[in-house]
């Protein structure tokens, strides 16, 4: 069991899917964005982001509307076709496109015929080097017509939002679905060709107990997912105003989060899981796994990954592309967004250009992450090293010269000293979730 010492859980802190982190993002000026795909090369990374769900849930913080609006989906659609047109004749010829995720949303909401044209017009616009697919998926929204799809691709890698097997916390959340359409989607998938499938799974729902947890964990094992991520629910009705659909009196409190989450790790690494930080796990053979083991472990907007490409670039509203100088953002607004790539233009207008420092810190806050150890420089040792004290006291850090190592029992604190080296956290009043 995890040491629990609340006092240094207190401050909510970013989950650093980049850093600097999006709340900390500003006005870029027209031409950064394409003048950093024009930049571009070697391995290079595609994300598409799908914002429509069949149904909407209570907790989901995504940017996401209803799919039962056909001519906003084909309007949106059809903005994004023109915007990998256009990101296309951009990238040069030296770049290759190693790996492309779905994302969403749930890009399943789609029908399978336009998630298919989408593939085509990536093959005919980008050199593709073997890249390898992967997809978010609703098993809600789940059919074989889409597993075919799917297979017709290639995609080998699939993530489905499962969060909870408990119907109750289910119905709380406004994500009802029966385990036998679970299984079903997983058979799909499955038959397909996806030979990686994470579940999400969610602590601290509402009315969910420490049974219920053991009961979604068990059935996730059971069922045969390659990978597991464990996430904290982050109720901010300020910031997701459909969460004040979830009745706040009714969830855990922060002492029996930290039991969840603590649950959640010793049951799956007692049951061959490798945990990928503190919230994710893998089984051993799986890439995730392989990745971790040889400190080739990264984090990107989509979490922890094994791509090791330097280039991200994002399609759609609301993603992110991400260089090494560079971070932007895509328009939030999906009538701006429409209007805007409909034009053959590139529609971010918002980011943050990452200079010398952000590029040093972003590097430790990965490692930190990633590796639960990085190696200091003489300047920010001298600068935050006093900072460490508390958890190397408690037995959750080691700093050793500039070599500085989380130990096993410090691994849920991992992103509060991680927020340590976040230079822009003094300056700003942005409100996160919980660090656990």
């Not at 790996?99 to 399943?108: L, Q």
Request: glycine share 8%; charged share 20%.
């Amino acid at each position: 069991m995890w040491p629990y010492h609340p006092e240094l859980l207190d401050v909510p802190v970013p989950r650093y899917t980049s850093y600097p982190t999006a709340a900390d993002f500003g006005a870029l000026p027209a031409n950064a964005l394409p003048a950093a795909i024009e930049g571009a090369d070697g391995d290079v990374s595609l994300y598409l982001h799908i914002p429509f769900c069949d149904k909407i849930c209570y907790y989901c913080g995504c940017n996401t509307g209803a799919a039962g609006r056909k001519q906003r989906v084909a309007s949106y659609l059809a903005a994004l076709h023109t915007e990998i047109a256009t990101v296309a004749r951009l990238l040069p010829d030296s770049a290759r496109i190693n790996r492309i995720a779905f994302g969403g949303g749930s890009p399943n909401a789609i029908a399978p015929e336009e998630f298919t044209a989408l593939v085509e017009a990536l093959h005919r616009g980008f050199r593709l080097s073997e890249a390898e697919w992967s997809i978010e998926t609703d098993p809600r929204s789940m059919t074989a017509e889409w597993g075919r799809a799917i297979g017709e691709a290639g995609i080998t890698r699939a993530s489905m939002g499962v969060q909870t097997f408990a119907k109750h916390c289910q119905k709380a959340i406004g994500r009802e679905q029966d385990d036998a359409l679970i299984g079903q989607s997983m058979d799909w998938l499955r038959e397909a060709g996806v030979t990686s499938l994470n579940f999400d799974l969610m602590y601290g729902l509402p009315f969910q107990s420490a049974d219920d947890l053991a009961d979604s964990l068990d059935h996730a094992r059971v069922l045969g997912a390659d990978r597991i991520a464990v996430f904290g629910y982050a109720h901010v009705p300020h910031m997701v105003p459909r969460q004040n659909m979830i009745d706040a009196s009714e969830l855990p409190g922060r002492d029996a989060r930290f039991a969840m989450a603590a649950q959640a790790y010793d049951f799956l690494t007692a049951s061959g899981y490798d945990a990928v930080g503190f919230d994710h796990f893998a089984l051993p053979g799986d890439p995730l796994a392989r990745a971790m083991r040889s400190g080739k472990l990264h984090r990107n907007f989509q979490g922890f990954t094994d791509d090791s490409s330097p280039v991200l670039i994002g399609l759609g509203a609301t993603a992110i592309s991400g260089f090494p100088h560079l971070i932007a953002q895509n328009e939030k607004n999906n009538g701006r967004y429409r209007m805007m790539a409909s034009q053959g233009l590139l529609t971010s207008s918002v980011g943050i250009r990452r200079n010398a420092d952000d590029q040093l810190r972003g590097g430790v806050i990965n490692d930190l992450l990633c590796r639960a150890e990085t190696e200091l420089s003489p300047c920010l040792k001298a600068r935050h090293g006093a900072a460490f004290a508390p958890f190397v006291e408690r037995g959750l850090a080691v700093l050793d010269g500039l070599r500085l190592r989380i130990t096993p029992e410090g691994l849920p604190y991992a992103r509060v000293m991680a927020s340590i080296f976040d230079s822009y956290r003094a300056q700003t009043a942005h409100r996160f979730s919980s660090a656990i």
